[in-house]
């Protein structure tokens, strides 16, 4: 099989068809944009590398999300900012749903863990 340069994980090996294949990256992505849509998170939260990435005017996507990606699992762990007056943990329950759920119907992996750090809280 092909490698690629960056990590791969194969959704569906099919003799007929081919394989189907995703990057953690792509999970990534997925994560964040589920996370993003929950009412009471103002935005992820990334590292010093994703805000100068920012700064230069592109856009990262998978910013304050990590993923382990293995042959049985998805774990993944959410750097966020909240909204002020956000119950944190409500939201955070949400958020924990949305991104599994979009994860695991997307791809059809089977995600273990979400874990979610507020790392802010944001005036609107």
């Not at 959704?11 to 992505?29: C, H, N, R, S, Y």
């Not at 995600?111 to 944001?122: D, F, I, K, L, Y």
Request: glycine residues 8%; hydrophobic residues 50%.
């Amino acid at each position: 099989m092909e490698k690629l340069d960056r990590a791969t994980h194969v959704l569906q090996a099919d003799g007929d068809k081919g394989v189907v294949q995703i990057a953690d990256e792509v999970v990534a992505i997925i994560a964040g944009m589920a996370a993003t849509e929950v009412k009471g998170v103002a935005s992820m939260s990334g590292n010093i590398k994703n805000e100068l990435v920012a700064k230069m005017g592109m856009k990262n996507l998978s910013k304050g999300v990590k993923v382990e990606v293995s042959d049985t699992d998805v774990k993944v762990d959410l750097a966020l900012n909240m909204v002020f007056e956000a119950n944190i943990l409500e939201v955070s329950g949400i958020v924990q749903e949305k991104v599994k759920s979009a994860i695991e119907s997307m791809t059809g992996m089977k995600v273990s863990v979400v874990n979610v750090r507020v790392a802010g809280v944001v005036l609107e």
